[in-house]
Nanobody
Framework: QVQLVESGGGLVQAGGSLRLSCAASGLTFSNWYMAWFRQAPGKERDFVAAITWSASTYYSHSVKGRFTISRDNAKNTVYLQMNSLKPDDTAVYYC?????????????????WGQGTQVTVSL
């Protein structure tokens, strides 16, 4: 059974940094596509970043240049380094996994999800 467990969220001031981690189990991690999405209160779940099994990366326009997604296949873990955080980045951040991927930014293309971790950015 695939399980994804996020950690690393918290409260940070604007301009600060956080690193999220997502530990995966129940899958051959190196063969899977991994992604981060986020959901603010009252809003839809939005794509943040994705990384392929070959370590190609994709980012939403709103985070490109500030966030970096990476993976450590030896640790079955995907990371999201978030720099220059803004109050608009406040959301619950979710890790997602897919063995076969259609469109990397579509929620519906990821069958497995973590429970989420809260990120709050204050002024």
């Amino acid at each position: 059974q695939v399980q994804l467990v996020e950690s690393g969220g918290g409260l940070v001031q604007a301009g600060g940094s956080l690193r999220l981690s997502c530990a995966a189990s129940g899958l051959t991690f190196s063969n899977w596509y991994m992604a981060w999405f986020r959901q603010a209160p009252g809003k839809e779940r939005d794509f943040v970043a994705a990384i392929t099994w070959s370590a190609s990366t994709y980012y939403s326009h709103s985070v490109k240049g500030r966030f970096t997604i990476s993976r450590d296949n030896a640790k079955n873990t995907v990371y999201l380094q978030m720099n220059s955080l803004k109050p608009d980045d406040t959301a619950v951040y979710y890790c997602a996994a897919a063995r076969f991927l259609g469109v990397y930014y579509e929620v519906r293309d990821y069958p497995f999800w973590g429970q989420g971790t809260q990120v709050t950015v204050s002024l």
